[in-house]
């Protein structure tokens, strides 16, 4: 039995792992959140993984608002960095494969071509400098672990673009959507069945855990606009969407213009096959009307 501990589970992500682990049999998994676990606290940290023995910690957690960390700057480097620091360096003691989820927002965005791993990291806002110190505390102090960044997430749990594009909407006659920052949507239920395939693969013996960043999105390309006029025509929403610039949208934070991740690597090592974004979109849709 592979063995599993997920921090964040009440999160997108975390919550979309929660719903598909019973299609991988083979795994045992021990979800938390903040009730369960203070991921900040290295003792209680400690005393879990001695308890559940995992072999692997998948750290889901993650303080994500991205205009709320420019004020609230202690609590996100808390979130962000210090904790992520803290599991890895326990997974490390105890030799548990550590996997972190990370962020486009590490890149300026002012690439002329989709991001690989490799390429100088650049962050413009206090979201993206936490996540970026995150990333610095893992390698430092887990070098074996894997940093999976991704973009653009959203989910049937919590709050995201797609539901508020939805609500808006259904609301008003017209809205005005960013369309000069392009990057690509991420269906977090992807993201899920990726890792969990990774991690399947890695402890059945077929693929090696190579340590490093990875990046993984949908693939495709897309502004804000685009992917508005595309949840709109999808859920039949009768809403008119203006393209607006980034100039005319007031916001404290600086967001990367182009976000597009390369994710060549994360395909090559683990053999991932990747939908486009349109797809899964539509796949979203579909799950929503099931319910």
Request: net charge neutral; glycine share 8%.
């Amino acid at each position: 039995m592979i063995k599993i501990l997920v921090t964040g589970a009440n999160g997108q992500l975390g919550s979309e792992i929660r719903k598909i682990s019973g299609l991988f049999s083979e795994m045992e998994f021990c979800f938390t959140d903040v009730a369960e676990l203070d991921i900040t606290n290295s003792e209680k940290v400690t005393e879990l993984l001695a308890e559940f023995k995992p072999k692997f910690l998948l750290n889901c957690a993650a303080y994500t608002a991205v205009d709320k960390a420019e004020t609230d700057l202690t609590f996100a480097t808390l979130l962000n960095a210090t904790a992520v620091g803290v599991l890895a360096e326990q997974s490390a003691k105890v030799g548990c494969k550590f996997i972190h989820i990370s962020t486009d927002y590490v890149f300026n965005g002012n690439g002329p071509r989709p991001y690989r791993e490799d390429n100088p990291v650049d962050p413009q806002s206090a979201y993206g400098r936490t996540k970026l110190a995150g990333e610095v505390l893992c390698q430092k102090l887990n070098p074996g672990s894997i940093i999976i960044r991704t973009s653009w997430l959203y989910s049937a749990f919590g709050t995201n673009f797609v539901k508020t594009m939805i609500r808006l909407g259904n609301e008003r006659p017209e809205v005005g959507v960013i369309t000069d920052q392009i990057g690509t949507p991420t269906n977090a239920a992807d993201l899920a069945h990726a890792i969990l395939t990774i991690i399947s693969s890695v402890g059945k013996g077929e693929k090696p855990f190579v340590p490093g960043i990875y990046h993984y999105s949908n693939e495709g390309v897309a502004s804000w606009y685009d992917f508005t006029k595309a949840i709109f025509e999808i859920a039949g929403i009768n809403c008119r969407v203006n393209p607006i610039a980034t100039e005319d949208f007031p916001s404290t934070v600086l967001r990367p213009p182009y976000s597009v991740l390369n994710k060549s690597k994360i395909k090559l090592i683990f053999g991932l096959q990747i939908p486009h974004w349109r797809d899964s979109l539509i796949g979203y849709f579909q799950q929503l009307d099931k319910k």
